[in-house]
């Protein structure tokens, strides 16, 4: 079975670009969320989608980001226009159920490295 | 609100020597606990995790870890590591709420294991 899938894996765009992660997430899971580690810092939270409704997105830090997550299969995040400090690792995992409990578990994916110049 | 402090941004050791990494979280409210680890080149894997029961929990590599509600930590040891074990350690923890599941991270140990 395939795991947790994004694309692309590296991307090196200018400031103002616009550039537009996809995840691919675990066939079945409903669940999936989006994490962000800049260089040096903790991995942070951006948001949960529940099939295609966005069930916690506290951790999106402005306008800028978009995420989406149409037919609640596979998700984009987008960032139009991109700053300097949107560099990082984008991480997305899925899971079939919500909540971390005893029978469910987050599945990460590699990341996208995105490097904003 | 939650946060957790991983106080070793890198631990050096030679192979086969023990090892601890430090975990501390703070949080108003109950939490699960979970350690994750990212190898060269690839996502995180759940390496274990504390739900109930048990304070001392296991990985099937020869990882523990035990939960001390005192101490609010989470530190994750091995007796003797291995080259392979070299990776980045996160530390994360997650409310028990039925809304929210969101992982609070740590900001990570790099784990470097030399022959």
């Known amino acids: 079975e395939a795991g947790v899938t994004q694309f692309p894996s590296h991307s090196v765009i200018e400031k103002g670009q616009t550039v537009t992660l996809r995840c691919d997430p675990i066939?079945?899971?409903?669940?999936l969320y989006w994490y962000r580690r800049v260089m040096g810092k903790e991995i942070k939270f951006l948001l949960h989608?529940?099939?295609?409704?966005?069930?916690?997105e506290s951790g999106m830090p402005n306008n800028r980001f978009l995420a989406e997550r149409t037919g609640g299969t596979y998700s984009t995040l987008k960032v139009q226009p991109a700053e300097l400090e949107d560099s990082g690792v984008y991480f997305c995992?899925?899971?079939?159920?919500?909540?971390?409990?005893?029978?469910?578990?987050?599945?990460f994916g590699q990341g996208t490295r995105l490097t904003v110049v | 609100a939650q946060s957790v402090t991983q106080l070793d941004s890198q631990v050096p050791v030679f192979e086969e020597a023990p090892v601890e990494l430090r975990c501390n979280y703070s949080?108003?409210?109950?939490?699960?606990l979970f350690w994750y680890v990212q190898y060269p080149n690839q996502g995180l894997q759940l390496l274990l995790k504390?739900?109930?029961?048990?304070?001392l929990v296991e990985s099937i590599n020869g990882f523990e870890a035990e939960f001390n509600k005192s101490q609010t930590s989470f530190h994750l040891r091995k007796p003797s590591v291995h080259i392979s074990d070299t990776a980045e350690y996160f530390c994360?923890?997650?409310?028990?709420?039925?809304?929210?599941?969101?992982?609070?991270f740590g900001t990570g140990t790099r784990l470097q294991v030399f022959p």
């Open positions: 995992a899925s899971s079939p159920e919500p909540g971390q409990g005893a029978n469910t578990e987050a599945f």
């Open positions: 066939s079945g899971h409903d669940n």
């Open positions: 989608f529940v099939k295609e409704s966005k069930q916690d």
């Open positions: 949080s108003s409210v109950s939490v699960y």
């Open positions: 504390y739900l109930s029961g048990s304070t």
């Open positions: 994360a923890v997650t409310a028990l709420s039925y809304n929210t599941d969101k992982l609070i």
